[in-house]
């Protein structure tokens, strides 16, 4: 079992690019969240998506930032036009059904993405 | 609270010795809570869980203690190692038809001295 797998692990973008992504979560997850860190700080809670649907995005900024899971592949956190302030590390978690009575989430190792 | 903009606080043991690191939590609907081990430049991993029909837990070198009437849970580490030097961050849980959200709180850096 790979866990949680995130890519790219770092990337570097410039001001008003795009940045993409990509997180695949464990075999047998159906559930992905997403989570933002900055230096010395704990974990923001961004989106939380099913396959194919977005079920909480109270935490993903009301601009820029999109997010997908879809039937095939991996989810996706999409930043457009990117600015200074979103250099930070994004970790994605997976977990199976929240019914199933296992509520861990487990974590990839996390994209670090750096704004010039 | 968050401690936005601020550095991390820190709790320097000594090898050997037994680690205690706190954390308020803030909801009090919360009932299942986790405490999460971050290395320099990892994810965090999952050390022990509560849930909140408990005041207790142990695992291996580890034990979660929960007391619901002030919101608050505690990490303890047996014998600390140098190997426990991270970042641990506790997070709950409340439980609803959202899933599994978590919150996380601030984080302590544990530092061992050998």
């Known amino acids: 079992n790979a866990g949680v797998m995130q890519n790219p692990r770092h990337l570097v973008r410039r001001r008003g690019q795009e940045a993409r992504l990509r997180c695949s979560p464990m075999k047998g997850h159906s559930h992905v969240y997403w989570y933002r860190q900055l230096p010395e700080e704990g974990l923001k809670f961004m989106v939380y998506l099913q396959k194919e649907n977005i079920i909480d995005e109270s935490g993903m900024p009301k601009e820029r930032f999109s997010a997908e899971f879809p039937k095939e592949g991996p989810s996706i956190l999409r930043i457009q036009q990117v600015v200074r302030g979103d250099s930070a590390a994004y970790f994605c978690?997976?977990?199976?059904?929240?019914?199933?009575?296992?509520?861990?989430?487990?974590f990839g190792a996390g994209s670090r993405l750096t704004v010039l | 609270g968050e401690n936005v903009g601020l550095h991390l606080p820190t709790l320097s043991v000594q090898e050997g010795d037994n680690s205690i690191i706190n954390c308020a939590y803030s909801?009090?609907?919360?009932?299942?809570f986790i405490w999460y081990k971050q290395e320099s430049g990892k994810g965090p991993q999952f050390i022990i869980d509560i849930r909140s029909n408990m005041d207790k837990r142990q695992g291996q070198r580890v034990t979660v203690l929960l007391n619901k009437t002030v919101k608050h849970l505690s990490l303890q580490i047996a014998a600390t190692q140098p190997g426990d030097s991270a970042v641990y961050f506790c997070?709950?849980?409340?439980?609803?038809?959202?899933?599994?959200?978590?919150?996380f709180g601030g984080g302590t850096r544990l530092m061992v001295k050998p």
């Open positions: 978690a997976s977990s199976p059904p929240w019914d199933s009575g296992a509520n861990v989430l487990t």
């Open positions: 909801n009090s609907a919360s009932d299942y």
């Open positions: 997070a709950e849980n409340m439980n609803n038809n959202a899933g599994n959200m978590l919150t």
